[in-house]
């Protein structure tokens, strides 16, 4: 499309974009996918546990994962707010849908795969890993390292669209200089 062939139109439709998102997510929307992020992370952890689960509750009109768990036989439950996981998303929805404004249909629903499949497998990983806060120092460990990476996991799957399908830049390749000193013989 020739109006998003300018830098400046591509930026300003990003940012309409993350706008828009922005206010459907706080319509709705993140309790829509931190419900689905929760019940995958249940049924991930009825397989190797009895009793251990997560609810996403409201309590006071804000949202918290209260997670439930038992370690040597005595059960109970802790509070996690959900803010500094889900919000990055925000951010990847709305590169997403920005990919298919500017790139082919294929090449953006290849990106929304892979991008959407590895943040939300790393989520489920991180709430299994906060159900087993309590169990062992190494998941302790990599709870908090992942607890506030999420923004930069979603900058890095954008950097990574950028270089594979370059948006805001393009790879022109130039020409090796060619030497063009002419010899002559004399």
Excluded at 13 to 35: D, N, P, R, T
Excluded at 63 to 78: M, S, W
Aim: charged share 20%.
């Amino acid at each position: 499309m020739k109006i998003f062939s300018s830098i400046r139109n591509k930026i300003i439709l990003l940012l309409l974009i993350s706008v828009l998102f922005f206010v459907a997510w706080q319509a709705g929307l993140e309790a829509m996918y931190a419900k689905a992020l929760v019940s995958t992370t249940n049924l991930t952890l009825g397989i190797t546990k009895d009793y251990d689960h997560i609810k996403y509750e409201e309590v006071n009109g804000l949202y918290q994962l209260r997670v439930f768990i038992e370690v040597d036989g005595r059960r109970g439950n802790f509070v996690h707010e959900p803010g500094s996981m889900t919000q990055p998303l925000i951010t990847i929805f709305s590169w997403q849908i920005f990919l298919f404004f500017v790139l082919r249909r294929s090449y953006a629903f290849k990106a929304l795969g892979i991008n959407i499949g590895i943040f939300f497998l790393l989520q489920v990983i991180f709430l299994n890993l906060l159900a087993d806060y309590y169990t062992s120092e190494l998941k302790q460990y990599i709870f908090m390292t992942i607890d506030d990476s999420f923004n930069i996991i979603a900058l890095i799957l954008i950097l990574k669209d950028n270089m594979l399908y370059p948006v805001f830049w393009r790879n022109t390749r130039r020409k090796a200089p060619t030497n063009s000193l002419k010899i002559d013989n004399q």
